[in-house]
Nanobody, 110 residues
Framework: VQLVESGGGLVQPGGSLRLSCTVS????????MSWWRQAPGKERELVAV?????NDRFTISRDNSKDVAYLDMVNLEPDDTAVYYC?????????????WGQGTQVTVSS
């Protein structure tokens, strides 16, 4: 199973960004998708899980016809600077995450 993130980059404070996660090698509809992030010197933290946990500035969505999950981020702040990871869990799996993407850097700076 492969998860490939895209869409990261440099954005000014207050700006918006959309991250994409393209999944291959699995039946996408059987995956619970989530987004995490890790800032320098900090532990990886959960940002959003589809339909279970939503940050009021971040929205997770998915397109089952394209095997893609998205993370829409608005009103970004410098503290949002981190490597953002797409993750997936098989339905019925006892683990928190079964598959990770390689990560995409998001930098919020003026």
């Amino acid at each position: 199973v492969q998860l490939v993130e895209s869409g990261g980059g440099l954005v000014q404070p207050g700006g918006s960004l959309r991250l994409s996660c393209t999944v291959s090698g699995a039946t996408f509809i059987n995956l619970v998708m989530s987004w995490w992030r890790q800032a320098p010197g900090k532990e990886r933290e959960l940002v959003a899980v589809y339909r279970s946990f939503v940050n009021d500035r971040f929205t997770i969505s998915r397109d089952n016809s394209k095997d893609v999950a998205y993370l829409d981020m608005v009103n970004l702040e410098p503290d949002d600077t981190a490597v953002y990871y797409c993750a997936a869990k098989n339905l019925g799996s006892s683990g928190t995450v079964d598959y990770w993407g390689q990560g995409t850097q998001v930098t919020v700076s003026s």
